[in-house]
Nanobody, 125 residues
Framework: VQLQASGGGLVQPGGSLRISCAAS????????MGWFRQASGKDREFVAT????????YYADSVKGRFTISRDNAKNTVYLQMNSLKPEDTAVYYC???????????????????WGQGTQVTVSS
């Protein structure tokens, strides 16, 4: 599975941005997907996760109520809609996929088997 993140860019505080992650290669893994981010000089941190069916999601407290994760399995794509962006949301955003089946979701980076290359999101005036 190869993951390609896209849609990052520069946005003003309070603005919105939607980033996407398209999976290719062998069949889209029937498992959870997640978004993580890494700001300059900081460790990678969990942002959001969604299970295979899309029925369950979980968010970091820092983005809850502002970000929405969703997926379209027919298009092998997962999305992260980011609203009310803040300067502290500035980071490289990585998508990740779990290689095993099941309908759970996962918060820890070591539970993910595949990673995209990241897309830069910069929130600045």
């Amino acid at each position: 599975v190869q993951l390609q993140a896209s849609g990052g860019g520069l946005v003003q505080p309070g603005g919105s941005l939607r980033i996407s992650c398209a999976a290719s290669g062998r069949a889209f893994t029937r498992g959870a997907m997640g978004w993580f981010r890494q700001a300059s000089g900081k460790d990678r941190e969990f942002v959001a996760t969604i299970n295979w069916s899309g029925s369950s999601t979980y968010y970091a407290d820092s983005v809850k109520g502002r970000f929405t994760i969703s997926r379209d399995n027919a298009k092998n794509t997962v999305y992260l809609q980011m609203n009310s962006l803040k300067p502290e949301d500035t980071a490289v955003y990585y998508c990740a996929a779990v290689g095993r089946g099941g309908d759970g979701y996962y918060l820890m980076s070591y539970e993910y088997d595949y990673w995209g290359q990241g897309t830069q999101v910069t929130v600045s005036s």
